[in-house]
Each structure stands twice: as C-alpha cells, then as structure tokens.
C-alpha cells in the first residue's frame, strides 16, 4: 500500500489535531461511484471519519452507505493520503470496494440540504471532475487534489497532471 503526503499552502509546519477518514473506491460496469451536491456541484468519492471503536472497513461500509445507499464490502486498503492543512493531519485511507446490496442513505442535515446524491461516472469523467476548479477556499482545492491524485495513483492511466 503506497502512502502519500499532501502540504496544503497554510500548513504551519505542525499539527494539533488529526483526523482519519475511509473511502469507498466503488467500480461496477467500469464506472467509479462518487458523491455530488447538487446544490454546489461538488464531488467527492464516498466516505467519512473513523468512529471511536470502529475498526477501519466498518468505517468505509458505513460511510458508503449513508452518503450513497449501496452496501459495499471493502477490499485491503489500497492507498493512504495523508493532508496537512492549517494545523490538522487528515489521514484518508481508501478501499477498493464491490456492491453487495442496496440501503437506505443516511445523509446529515448538511449534506441532505446541500442536495447529495450518488453518481456513476467513468474514471476519466470523475478524473476530469476532479480536475475543475471547486473554488478558492482552500480546504475545498484540498478535497479536489486529494481525491484526483488517489484517482491518479489507482488508475494512472490517462492521469492529467496534478
């Protein structure tokens, strides 16, 4: 499993806080199952932090779920990236995962206004999603080079440049 670091521009140089989060790397009839705000445009592949107690592959089916409301059952975990922005380390491990069933999502008050939904695209279409400039707050540029260099990293094939 390759492990890599992203420096945002106002990391400090030393973290405070840190956080792990799990993501679901979802691939059926060669599309990627990604999360999108319909209100903002935003994407995200599917997941969320680490519970106090959870162990990380219940974390990955969990979050998959709620935010998309397709059960997955997760593989070994297939890349690290670790962010340092402001003075956080946010460790995201990713899980190649395959569709065991359906659900009901479970979406935060948040991400229920914000319009979230799962969306299938082909890996070139998320990466090209990725690519887009999501604005200039920097926690979302983060979110958007992050989850276009896992894609990268897991599917280096026609990988635009980061």
């Not at 840190?18 to 903002?40: F, P, W, Y």
């Not at 593989?75 to 402001?86: D, G, K, N, P, T």
């Amino acid at each position: 499993m390759k492990k890599i670091e992203i420096i945002g521009e106002s990391y400090g140089g030393k973290w405070v806080r840190s956080r792990t989060a799990c993501r679901g790397i979802v691939l059926r009839d060669g599309k990627i199952l990604l999360s999108h705000e319909t209100g903002s445009g935003l994407w995200m592949i599917p997941g969320g932090g680490l519970e106090p107690g959870e162990t990380e592959e219940a974390c990955c089916i969990r979050e998959v779920a709620e935010e998309t409301g397709f059960l997955i059952r997760p593989s070994a975990c297939a890349l690290v990236i670790e962010e340092y922005v402001f003075d956080l380390r946010h460790t995201n491990r990713y899980y190649l995962g395959t569709v065991e069933g359906l659900c009901r999502q479970n979406l935060t008050e948040r991400e229920a206004k914000a319009g979230m939904e799962p969306r299938w695209l082909t890996v070139e279409e998320a990466k090209a999603a990725f690519s887009a400039r999501p604005g200039d707050h920097e926690m979302l540029k983060m979110l958007y080079r992050r989850e276009l260099t896992a894609l990268c990293e897991l599917f280096p094939e026609d990988a635009p440049g980061l």
